[in-house]
Protein backbone atom coordinates (compact mmCIF):
# COMPACT_ATOMS: atom_id res chain seq x y z
CA UNK A 1 0.00 0.00 0.00
CA UNK A 2 1.59 3.25 -1.04
CA UNK A 3 1.46 6.28 1.84
CA UNK A 4 3.56 8.82 0.42
CA UNK A 5 3.06 9.71 -3.23
CA UNK A 6 5.43 12.76 -4.93
CA UNK A 7 3.93 14.93 -7.82
CA UNK A 8 5.70 16.70 -10.26
CA UNK A 9 4.61 20.15 -11.67
CA UNK A 10 1.80 20.13 -8.35
CA UNK A 11 0.41 23.20 -10.34
CA UNK A 12 -0.70 21.51 -13.47
CA UNK A 13 -3.88 21.28 -14.66
CA UNK A 14 -3.09 17.38 -14.41
CA UNK A 15 -1.49 17.04 -11.44
CA UNK A 16 -3.68 19.61 -9.03
CA UNK A 17 -6.33 17.56 -8.56
CA UNK A 18 -4.31 14.37 -8.16
CA UNK A 19 -2.81 16.40 -4.95
CA UNK A 20 -6.58 17.34 -3.58
CA UNK A 21 -7.52 13.27 -4.15
CA UNK A 22 -4.96 11.74 -2.73
CA UNK A 23 -4.89 14.18 0.44
CA UNK A 24 -8.62 12.80 1.11
CA UNK A 25 -7.75 9.54 1.38
CA UNK A 26 -5.35 10.76 3.82
CA UNK A 27 -2.22 9.87 1.71
CA UNK A 28 1.02 11.90 2.36
CA UNK A 29 1.77 14.26 -0.63
CA UNK A 30 5.03 15.86 -1.53
CA UNK A 31 3.60 18.29 -3.94
CA UNK A 32 6.85 19.60 -6.19
CA UNK A 33 6.88 22.86 -8.60
CA UNK A 34 9.27 25.25 -9.76
CA UNK A 35 7.41 28.41 -8.03
CA UNK A 36 7.27 26.93 -4.50
CA UNK A 37 5.35 30.25 -3.83
CA UNK A 38 2.31 29.11 -5.73
CA UNK A 39 2.28 25.81 -4.11
CA UNK A 40 1.01 27.37 -0.90
CA UNK A 41 -1.31 30.01 -2.95
CA UNK A 42 -3.21 26.84 -4.26
CA UNK A 43 -3.21 24.15 -1.24
CA UNK A 44 -2.44 25.65 2.15
CA UNK A 45 -1.28 23.98 4.68
CA UNK A 46 -2.11 20.26 5.08
CA UNK A 47 -0.12 18.16 8.57
CA UNK A 48 0.13 15.44 5.13
CA UNK A 49 1.26 17.96 2.88
CA UNK A 50 4.80 18.92 2.03
CA UNK A 51 6.14 21.27 -0.33
CA UNK A 52 8.99 21.32 -1.96
CA UNK A 53 11.17 22.54 -5.36
CA UNK A 54 11.93 20.73 -8.48
CA UNK A 55 12.31 21.06 -12.10
CA UNK A 56 12.60 18.51 -14.69
CA UNK A 57 15.77 20.19 -16.13
CA UNK A 58 17.64 19.66 -12.96
CA UNK A 59 18.36 15.57 -12.25
CA UNK A 60 19.38 16.18 -8.44
CA UNK A 61 16.02 17.99 -7.52
CA UNK A 62 14.28 14.96 -8.79
CA UNK A 63 16.54 12.55 -6.87
CA UNK A 64 15.79 14.46 -3.83
CA UNK A 65 11.79 14.50 -4.52
CA UNK A 66 11.45 10.70 -5.38
CA UNK A 67 13.68 9.58 -2.48
CA UNK A 68 11.93 7.88 0.47
CA UNK A 69 8.80 7.88 -1.11
CA UNK A 70 6.49 5.09 -2.52
CA UNK A 71 5.34 6.42 -5.56
CA UNK A 72 5.53 9.30 -7.78
CA UNK A 73 3.12 10.65 -10.48
CA UNK A 74 5.23 12.29 -13.51
CA UNK A 75 4.03 14.19 -16.74
CA UNK A 76 5.48 16.77 -19.36
CA UNK A 77 4.67 19.89 -20.14
CA UNK A 78 4.51 21.61 -23.32
CA UNK A 79 7.95 21.94 -24.20
CA UNK A 80 9.60 25.17 -25.08
CA UNK A 81 12.41 23.60 -27.43
CA UNK A 82 12.77 20.08 -29.25
CA UNK A 83 15.51 19.20 -27.13
CA UNK A 84 13.66 19.39 -24.19
CA UNK A 85 11.30 16.30 -23.54
CA UNK A 86 14.53 14.16 -24.34
CA UNK A 87 16.42 15.63 -21.57
CA UNK A 88 13.00 15.49 -18.77
CA UNK A 89 13.04 11.97 -19.82
CA UNK A 90 16.57 10.85 -19.50
CA UNK A 91 16.33 12.82 -15.83
CA UNK A 92 13.03 11.29 -15.12
CA UNK A 93 14.50 7.34 -15.65
CA UNK A 94 17.73 8.23 -13.90
CA UNK A 95 16.20 9.96 -11.08
CA UNK A 96 13.85 7.11 -10.66
CA UNK A 97 16.54 4.44 -10.82
CA UNK A 98 18.91 6.27 -8.63
CA UNK A 99 16.53 6.59 -5.94
CA UNK A 100 14.87 3.30 -6.16
CA UNK A 101 11.51 4.61 -6.39
CA UNK A 102 9.49 1.73 -6.32
CA UNK A 103 6.54 3.03 -8.31
CA UNK A 104 6.58 5.68 -11.49
CA UNK A 105 2.68 6.31 -12.55
CA UNK A 106 3.28 8.46 -15.95
CA UNK A 107 0.83 9.82 -17.84
CA UNK A 108 2.06 10.76 -21.96
CA UNK A 109 -0.59 13.48 -21.83
CA UNK A 110 -2.31 12.60 -24.82
CA UNK A 111 -3.66 10.42 -27.60
CA UNK A 112 -0.86 7.50 -27.86
CA UNK A 113 0.32 4.65 -29.35
CA UNK A 114 0.14 3.03 -32.82
CA UNK A 115 -3.63 2.63 -33.38
CA UNK A 116 -3.39 6.40 -34.26
CA UNK A 117 -1.81 7.93 -37.83
CA UNK A 118 2.04 9.53 -37.44
CA UNK A 119 2.08 13.11 -36.47
CA UNK A 120 4.08 15.38 -34.51
CA UNK A 121 2.29 15.18 -31.46
CA UNK A 122 0.99 11.19 -31.47
CA UNK A 123 4.70 10.64 -32.43
CA UNK A 124 6.06 13.08 -29.35
CA UNK A 125 3.78 11.02 -26.96
CA UNK A 126 4.48 7.63 -28.08
CA UNK A 127 8.50 8.42 -28.03
CA UNK A 128 7.84 9.28 -25.01
CA UNK A 129 5.85 6.05 -23.96
CA UNK A 130 8.60 4.02 -25.65
CA UNK A 131 11.10 5.57 -23.94
CA UNK A 132 9.97 5.21 -20.46
CA UNK A 133 8.76 1.73 -21.47
CA UNK A 134 12.33 0.93 -22.86
CA UNK A 135 14.03 1.86 -19.45
CA UNK A 136 12.71 -0.78 -17.70
CA UNK A 137 11.31 1.01 -14.60
CA UNK A 138 8.59 0.01 -12.17
CA UNK A 139 5.84 2.17 -14.17
CA UNK A 140 2.65 1.92 -14.83
CA UNK A 141 1.75 4.65 -18.12
CA UNK A 142 -1.60 6.14 -18.41
CA UNK A 143 -2.69 7.11 -22.19
CA UNK A 144 -5.27 9.18 -21.69
CA UNK A 145 -7.23 10.76 -24.56
CA UNK A 146 -8.17 14.12 -25.41
CA UNK A 147 -9.00 16.00 -21.99
CA UNK A 148 -12.28 17.15 -21.34
CA UNK A 149 -10.98 20.58 -20.30
CA UNK A 150 -10.21 21.46 -22.99
CA UNK A 151 -13.47 23.18 -23.51
CA UNK A 152 -12.79 25.01 -20.16
CA UNK A 153 -10.42 26.66 -22.91
CA UNK A 154 -12.08 30.01 -24.41
CA UNK A 155 -10.12 30.04 -27.44
CA UNK A 156 -11.34 26.05 -28.37
CA UNK A 157 -15.17 27.12 -27.62
CA UNK A 158 -15.23 30.44 -28.55
CA UNK A 159 -19.29 30.35 -29.46
CA UNK A 160 -19.92 28.45 -26.83
CA UNK A 161 -21.63 30.72 -24.46
CA UNK A 162 -22.64 33.85 -26.58
CA UNK A 163 -24.14 31.77 -29.24
CA UNK A 164 -24.59 28.34 -27.86
CA UNK A 165 -22.42 26.59 -30.70
CA UNK A 166 -19.63 24.61 -29.72
CA UNK A 167 -17.17 23.80 -32.62
CA UNK A 168 -14.67 21.95 -30.12
CA UNK A 169 -13.62 19.26 -30.70
CA UNK A 170 -12.69 19.26 -34.60
CA UNK A 171 -14.26 15.75 -35.23
CA UNK A 172 -16.76 14.22 -37.20
CA UNK A 173 -20.60 14.86 -35.96
CA UNK A 174 -21.30 11.22 -35.65
CA UNK A 175 -17.79 10.30 -34.26
CA UNK A 176 -18.32 8.70 -30.73
CA UNK A 177 -15.31 10.77 -28.95
CA UNK A 178 -13.72 9.46 -26.09
CA UNK A 179 -12.48 12.22 -23.66
CA UNK A 180 -10.15 12.01 -20.61
CA UNK A 181 -11.01 14.61 -17.55
CA UNK A 182 -7.90 15.71 -15.33
CA UNK A 183 -10.06 14.75 -12.57
CA UNK A 184 -10.43 11.30 -14.38
CA UNK A 185 -7.17 10.91 -14.99
CA UNK A 186 -6.16 11.31 -11.25
CA UNK A 187 -8.33 9.13 -10.20
CA UNK A 188 -6.69 5.79 -12.15
CA UNK A 189 -3.14 7.52 -10.93
CA UNK A 190 -4.21 7.08 -7.56
CA UNK A 191 -5.94 3.95 -7.88
CA UNK A 192 -2.49 2.57 -9.50
CA UNK A 193 -0.49 3.46 -7.40
CA UNK A 194 -2.78 1.21 -4.65
CA UNK A 195 -2.52 -2.02 -7.74
CA UNK A 196 1.04 -3.20 -7.72
CA UNK A 197 -0.08 -5.63 -10.20
CA UNK A 198 -0.38 -2.27 -12.89
CA UNK A 199 3.58 -2.18 -12.64
CA UNK A 200 4.79 -2.68 -15.86
CA UNK A 201 1.24 -1.99 -17.77
CA UNK A 202 0.63 0.67 -20.59
CA UNK A 203 -3.35 1.41 -20.51
CA UNK A 204 -4.81 3.88 -22.75
CA UNK A 205 -7.55 5.81 -20.27
CA UNK A 206 -10.74 7.18 -20.68
CA UNK A 207 -13.78 8.78 -19.02
CA UNK A 208 -17.04 7.56 -19.42
CA UNK A 209 -19.35 7.43 -21.48
CA UNK A 210 -18.29 8.12 -25.35
CA UNK A 211 -20.24 10.96 -26.80
CA UNK A 212 -20.97 11.97 -30.36
CA UNK A 213 -21.50 15.55 -31.10
CA UNK A 214 -25.23 15.97 -30.41
CA UNK A 215 -24.87 13.94 -27.03
CA UNK A 216 -22.24 16.71 -26.22
CA UNK A 217 -23.52 19.76 -26.97
CA UNK A 218 -27.34 18.59 -24.90
CA UNK A 219 -24.81 17.90 -22.06
CA UNK A 220 -23.30 21.83 -22.11
CA UNK A 221 -27.33 22.76 -23.24
CA UNK A 222 -28.29 21.11 -19.78
CA UNK A 223 -25.08 22.59 -17.94
CA UNK A 224 -25.73 26.32 -19.16
CA UNK A 225 -29.56 26.27 -19.27
CA UNK A 226 -29.31 27.38 -23.18
CA UNK A 227 -29.45 25.49 -26.48
CA UNK A 228 -25.89 24.30 -27.64
CA UNK A 229 -25.71 22.96 -31.46
CA UNK A 230 -22.38 20.93 -32.50
CA UNK A 231 -21.11 22.70 -35.53
CA UNK A 232 -17.76 21.48 -35.56
CA UNK A 233 -14.70 23.10 -37.33
CA UNK A 234 -12.30 20.65 -39.76
CA UNK A 235 -8.67 20.26 -38.18
CA UNK A 236 -7.37 22.42 -40.87
CA UNK A 237 -9.89 25.38 -39.73
CA UNK A 238 -9.26 24.22 -35.74
CA UNK A 239 -5.46 24.08 -36.06
CA UNK A 240 -5.40 27.51 -38.48
CA UNK A 241 -7.54 29.25 -36.25
CA UNK A 242 -5.36 28.59 -33.08
CA UNK A 243 -2.10 28.58 -34.79
CA UNK A 244 -2.90 32.16 -35.72
CA UNK A 245 -4.33 33.16 -32.47
CA UNK A 246 -1.33 32.06 -30.82
CA UNK A 247 1.25 33.41 -33.27
CA UNK A 248 2.35 29.64 -34.07
CA UNK A 249 2.20 27.86 -37.25
CA UNK A 250 3.71 25.29 -35.69
CA UNK A 251 0.93 24.64 -32.88
CA UNK A 252 -1.31 25.36 -35.26
CA UNK A 253 -0.10 22.51 -38.02
CA UNK A 254 0.27 20.18 -34.87
CA UNK A 255 -3.41 20.22 -33.43
CA UNK A 256 -4.46 19.61 -37.10
CA UNK A 257 -2.57 16.61 -37.40
CA UNK A 258 -3.74 15.78 -34.04
CA UNK A 259 -7.51 15.81 -34.98
CA UNK A 260 -6.52 14.51 -38.37
CA UNK A 261 -5.23 11.26 -36.87
CA UNK A 262 -8.16 10.91 -34.29
CA UNK A 263 -10.46 11.58 -37.26
CA UNK A 264 -9.05 9.35 -39.32
CA UNK A 265 -10.04 6.33 -36.77
CA UNK A 266 -13.68 6.35 -38.02
CA UNK A 267 -17.09 6.60 -36.35
CA UNK A 268 -16.44 4.08 -33.36
CA UNK A 269 -12.89 3.84 -33.80
CA UNK A 270 -12.03 5.59 -30.67
CA UNK A 271 -13.79 3.68 -28.68
CA UNK A 272 -12.55 2.57 -25.43
CA UNK A 273 -14.46 0.29 -22.93
CA UNK A 274 -14.28 2.30 -19.74
CA UNK A 275 -16.75 -0.75 -17.91
CA UNK A 276 -13.07 -3.02 -17.67
CA UNK A 277 -10.91 -0.07 -17.16
CA UNK A 278 -12.76 0.91 -13.93
CA UNK A 279 -13.24 -3.28 -12.69
CA UNK A 280 -9.17 -3.35 -13.63
CA UNK A 281 -8.47 -0.30 -11.60
CA UNK A 282 -11.24 -1.01 -9.23
CA UNK A 283 -13.01 2.37 -9.74
CA UNK A 284 -16.06 4.60 -10.07
CA UNK A 285 -15.97 7.79 -12.35
CA UNK A 286 -18.60 9.80 -12.55
CA UNK A 287 -20.45 10.57 -16.22
CA UNK A 288 -19.14 13.30 -18.09
CA UNK A 289 -22.31 14.93 -17.73
CA UNK A 290 -21.82 15.45 -14.15
CA UNK A 291 -18.59 16.83 -14.52
CA UNK A 292 -19.49 19.25 -16.66
CA UNK A 293 -22.41 20.49 -14.55
CA UNK A 294 -19.58 20.87 -11.47
CA UNK A 295 -17.36 23.15 -13.81
Do not use: C
Not at 233 to 262: C, H, K, M, N, R
Amino acid sequence: MTTTITILNALSAQASPLVGQALNKNYKVRAFARKTEKLNNRFGENPNLTKGHADLNDLNSLITAFDGADGAFVHLPIPQSPEQPGLWLQNIIAATRQSKLPHLVFSTSGPTGSRYASTPMIDGTSAAKSAIEAANLPVTILMPTIYLENMQVPPFVPQLHSDGILTYPPLPADMKIAFTSHVDQARYALAAFEKPNLIGETIEIASKPMLNGAELAQIFSTALGQPVKFEPLTPEQFGTQIGELFQSPEVGQGLTGLYQSISALGKNGMAIDVAALEEKFGIELPSIADQIANW
